[in-house]
């Protein structure tokens, strides 16, 4: 199933819907390109992945480079609603240490005003 992408903001985060695979090739390329563009516009970003069924090498690879976009821009990507299966390849590869992972978006959302507020 292919990558499908949309957004909706909540206060200043903006918050991308996956739905499909984030496999290497166009849907590693679309969502590389759909994240750089909203951080030109937004600084706080939350990646819900409740609908991605499949996660492979490449697709971890670009939430990293996504990631160090943001965090060289002064934003932040934080992860919401994980699916077992991309759960499991982020503990496998122990990039859960590196990003800051929530059960729902509202609690990734309410991260990012209780740090803004610190």
Request: hydrophobic content about 40%.
């Amino acid at each position: 199933m292919a990558l499908k992408l949309s957004t909706r903001t909540a206060g200043n985060v903006t918050i991308v819907y996956c739905n499909g695979r984030i496999v290497f090739g166009d849907e590693t390329a679309m969502l590389r390109d759909k994240i750089k563009g909203l951080l030109s516009e937004t600084r706080q970003i939350v990646l819900n992945l409740g609908g991605v069924s499949y996660i492979d090498s490449g697709g971890l690879g670009t939430l990293v480079g996504l990631y160090t976009s943001a965090r060289g821009a002064g934003g932040d990507i934080k992860l919401a609603n994980l699916t077992k299966r991309v759960d499991d390849q982020l503990q496998i590869t122990k990039l859960v240490t590196i990003f800051e992972v929530y059960d729902g978006e509202d609690n990734a959302v309410a991260a990012f005003q209780k740090s803004a507020s610190a």
